[in-house]
C-alpha cells in the first residue's frame, strides 16, 4: 500500500504552512486532494494547481464536517489543522482560547476519523496522518496546547490497536519549530509573536514535515511509521529547572 495506491487525500490546514506544503506534494505524485481551511481566497490560490480541490469548512463546527465529508472516498485523511491559543498560561486563558485550541486541535480530528474511517476500512485501504508535535511529548510550558497535543499523541497508538486487521494505517508526525503562521495566529500582539519567532535560530521549513509525511505514505504496505519525531537541529529538549517557592 505505497503512495502510488493512493488515489484521493484531504488534508485539513492547507492555506498555509504544513498543511499547504503536504497539499501541493501529494498533487504532484497525482493525487486528488481536498484542501481544508476556513480561508477561501487562500485554497482557491491553492487550486491552481491541478489536483486540488477547495474545500472550505470551519473545522470547529462538527455538524458541517459530517454533512460535508458524508459522500467522499478518501484514502489518506492528513489531519493538520491546529493553533496554540493562550500560551501565556491557564490561569489568564479566556475560554475562548481554551474551546478554539481543544475544538480545533483534538475534537475535529475525531468527527473527520469518524466520518471517513469507516469507508477506509470497509475499502481495506487508507492511511491517516496525525500531525502531533514535541510539545505532545515533552512539557513546554503550554498546558492548553501541549495537552491538546498529548491526546493527538495517545489516539494515535489506540486507533492502530482499534483498527488491527483493517489494512489501514496510522502516522503521527511530531514536528518542533516550524516557520509558518502558528505564532502569528498564537499571540494577538505582533511583538509578542515576534519575541517567539526571532530566535536566531534555524526553524524547520514546512516541506520538512511535507516531505516526511510522503515518506510514511510511500513506504510499503507491511511498513506502518508509527510515530516521527522531527525537530530543528538546534532545537533540543530537556534539562532541569528548579523554582524556589517563596516561603513566608
Ligand atoms: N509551526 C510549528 O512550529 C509547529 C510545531 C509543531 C506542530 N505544529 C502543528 O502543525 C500543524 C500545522 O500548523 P502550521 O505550523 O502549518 O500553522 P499555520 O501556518 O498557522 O496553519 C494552520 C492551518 O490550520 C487551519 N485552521 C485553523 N483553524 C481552523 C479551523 N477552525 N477550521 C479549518 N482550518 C483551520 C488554518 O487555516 P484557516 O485559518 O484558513 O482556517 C491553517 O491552514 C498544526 O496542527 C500545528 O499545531 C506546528
Not at 454533512?67 to 467522499?72: F, N, Y
Amino acid at each position: 500500500m505505497a503512495l502510488s495506491d493512493y488515489k484521493t487525500a484531504l488534508v485539513t490546514g492547507a492555506s498555509s504552512g504544513i498543511g499547504w506544503a503536504t497539499a501541493q506534494a501529494l498533487a504532484a505524485r497525482g493525487l486528488t486532494v481536498h484542501a481544508v481551511a476556513r480561508r477561501e481566497e487562500r485554497l482557491a490560490q491553492l487550486a491552481e494547481t491541478p489536483g486540488i480541490v477547495p474545500l472550505t469548512l470551519d473545522l470547529r463546527d462538527s455538524a458541517a464536517i459530517h454533512r460535508t465529508m458524508g459522500g467522499l472516498e478518501v484514502d489518506i485523511l492528513v489531519n493538520n489543522a491546529g493553533l496554540g491559543r493562550g500560551f501565556e498560561g491557564l490561569c489568564t486563558a479566556t475560554p475562548e482560547q481554551i474551546d478554539q485550541t481543544l475544538e480545533t486541535n483534538v475534537t475535529s480530528v475525531y468527527h473527520l476519523l469518524r466520518a471517513l474511517l469507516p469507508g477506509m476500512v470497509e475499502r481495506k485501504r487508507g492511511h491517516v496522518v496525525n500531525i502531533g508535535s514535541t510539545a505532545g511529548l515533552y512539557p513546554i510550558i503550554s498546558s492548553i496546547y501541549g495537552g491538546s497535543k498529548g491526546a493527538v499523541h495517545m489516539l494515535g497508538p489506540n486507533l492502530r490497536l482499534e483498527l488491527q486487521g483493517s489494512g489501514v494505517r496510522v502516522t503521527e508526525i511530531c514536528p518542533g519549530r516550524v516557520a509558518t503562521e502558528f505564532f502569528d495566529v498564537a499571540f494577538d500582539d505582533p511583538a509578542a509573536a515576534a519575541k517567539v519567532k526571532d530566535t536566531g535560530i534555524e526553524d524547520l521549513r514546512p516541506e520538512d514535515i511535507s516531505d516526511a509525511i510522503l515518506y510514511a505514505l510511500d513506504t510499503p504496505w507491511r511498513v506502518n511509521i508509527s510515530t516521527l519525531e522531527i525537530v530543528p537541529n538546534e532545537q533540543s529538549y530537556g534539562g532541569m529547572t528548579l523554582a524556589p517557592v517563596a516561603r513566608d
